[in-house]
C-alpha cells in the first residue's frame, strides 16, 4: 500500500512537469485529486485496514494528497502567470499608438436625379400640388387604353415598350412596364373628385437601345390639374412659374404645338438656353431653345373615362423627364452615367 501511494505521488509530479496549460492541468487534477483517482480509492479502503496500519497509512496518504493539491496550486498559479506574460509581450508587440488619427466612417449621400427629383417636387408643392406614386408594373389599360391610345393604334409606336410575359385566354398581353407616368393621371382621377392638384414622380421603363441620350430605366415627374375654369392659361403659368424657380428669373419660355392623345392641344414647352442666352451653342444645339417637358390640356375622352364632366372640368397635365433636366443643370453629357455606380461620377453631387 504504502509502495503504491508513493508511486502514485511520483508518476503525478513527474507529469505534472510536462503540462503546459490550464487546460492540461484539469485533465491532471482529475485524473490524480478527483473522485476516481487511485488517490481517493485508497483513501476510502483505509477504513477496511487494521487499526496500527491505518495510522501510518493514513498519514502518508493524507500527506501525498496534501503534496498533489500543494503542487496543483503552484502549477495553476505559474501558468495563469506564464498566460498573462503572453499577452503582455503580444500588446508591447503592437505598438498602438493612439496618436493616430481615425478612420473616417464613408458618409452616403443622394443620387443627382434624387436631388433633382426633390427640387421639382418642392417647387409644385408649394404651388398647392401633392406628390403621389404609382406601380412601375402597369396595366394596359391605364398606360395606354384610358390614354386614347387603342391597341394598334399608330400612336403606339410613339413607346417602345416592355411586355410583361402573361396572356390573357385571347392572347394579348395586358401588363407592361409603364412607358409614361401619365397612368397615374387616370388612377388619381378615378379615386378621388376635382379639385385636383399632383405630381407624380417615379421611374419608367422604355425597350430601346442605349445611348448618350437614351436609357431603358429613367425618372419622369407627371403633373396634373383639374378644376372649373382651369385655361391654357393655367398651363402657360404654372409651367413659366415652374421654370423660373429651376433655370433662374431670367428665363424665357417658349411654348410650341405638339402631339399626345391624351392632351388637346398639345405643347412641347422649351427655356431658352442658360448656357448662351439664346444665341446658339452646343447646349441648345445652335437653336437657343432647350425642350424640357411635354404637356397640354387634359383630352375630353380622357375625363369622360373617369366620369369627370368636361362641361364642368377641364385641366392640364405636363410630363418631364428627371435626368434630362439634371442632365442640363449640372452640364452632364452621357445619360448612363446615372446608373453606372461609378462613385466618381456621383460623388460629383
Ligand atoms: N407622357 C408623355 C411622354 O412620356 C409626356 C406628357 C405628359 C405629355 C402629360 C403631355 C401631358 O412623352
Known amino acids: ?54 495510522r501510518g497509512v493514513g498519514a502518508v496518504a493524507n500527506e501525498v494528497k496534501a503534496i498533489l493539491e500543494r503542487s496543483h ?17 503580444a500588446v508591447k508587440f503592437e505598438k498602438i499608438d493612439v496618436t493616430l488619427p481615425g478612420r473616417p466612417i464613408p458618409l452616403g449621400r443622394l443620387h443627382p436625379t434624387t436631388q433633382v427629383l426633390r427640387q421639382i417636387c418642392d417647387i409644385f408643392l408649394s404651388m398647392g400640388f401633392q406628390v403621389v406614386e404609382g406601380p412601375d408594373v402597369e396595366w394596359d389599360y ?8 387603342p391597341r394598334d393604334h399608330p400612336a403606339r409606336d410613339m ?73 391654357f392659361l393655367d398651363l402657360k403659368g404654372t409651367l ?16 410650341r404645338c405638339d402631339y399626345f392623345p391624351f392632351v388637346e392641344p398639345g405643347v412641347e414647352m422649351a427655356i431658352d438656353c442658360f448656357a448662351c442666352g439664346g ?22 375622352d380622357v375625363l369622360r373615362r373617369v366620369d369627370y364632366d368636361p362641361d364642368i372640368y377641364t385641366g392640364f397635365a405636363f410630363g418631364m423627364g428627371v435626368e434630362r433636366i439634371a442632365m442640363l443643370t449640372y452640364g452632364i453629357e452621357d445619360i448612363r452615367l446615372f446608373y453606372s455606380n461609378d462613385l466618381r461620377f456621383l460623388r460629383q453631387f
Open 142 to 149: 391605364y398606360n395606354f387604353e384610358a390614354l386614347n391610345i
Open 73 to 89: 496550486r503552484q502549477k495553476k498559479e505559474a501558468l495563469k502567470e506564464k498566460a498573462y506574460q503572453q499577452m503582455e509581450a
Open 279 to 300: 444665341s446658339g451653342c452646343r447646349l441648345c444645339g445652335g437653336s437657343g431653345w432647350i425642350e424640357i417637358l411635354g404637356a397640354g390640356m387634359v383630352h375630353p
Open 240 to 255: 413659366y412659374e415652374f421654370a423660373r424657380c429651376l433655370f433662374g428669373s431670367q428665363r424665357k419660355v417658349r411654348f
Open 159 to 231: 413607346f417602345s415598350t416592355f411586355w410583361i410575359d402573361v396572356e390573357t385566354p385571347s392572347g394579348e398581353l395586358p401588363m407592361l412596364l409603364r412607358t409614361h407616368t401619365s397612368p397615374m393621371q387616370i388612377r388619381v382621377m378615378e379615386r378621388t373628385r376635382p379639385p385636383v392638384r399632383v405630381v407624380v414622380p417615379g421611374k419608367i421603363y422604355r425597350y430601346e437601345a442605349t445611348d448618350a441620350t437614351h436609357e431603358t430605366m429613367l425618372y419622369q415627374i407627371e403633373g396634373l390639374a383639374i378644376d372649373e375654369n382651369i385655361t
Open 1 to 54: 500500500m504504502l509502495g503504491k501511494l508513493d508511486e502514485i505521488r511520483s508518476k503525478a509530479i513527474d507529469e505534472l512537469s510536462s503540462i503546459g496549460d490550464l487546460r492540461g492541468l484539469e485533465d491532471w487534477r482529475v485524473r490524480y485529486l478527483g473522485k476516481r483517482s487511485a488517490l481517493t480509492q485508497a483513501l476510502r479502503v483505509l477504513a477496511e485496514l487494521p487499526l496500527e496500519q491505518r
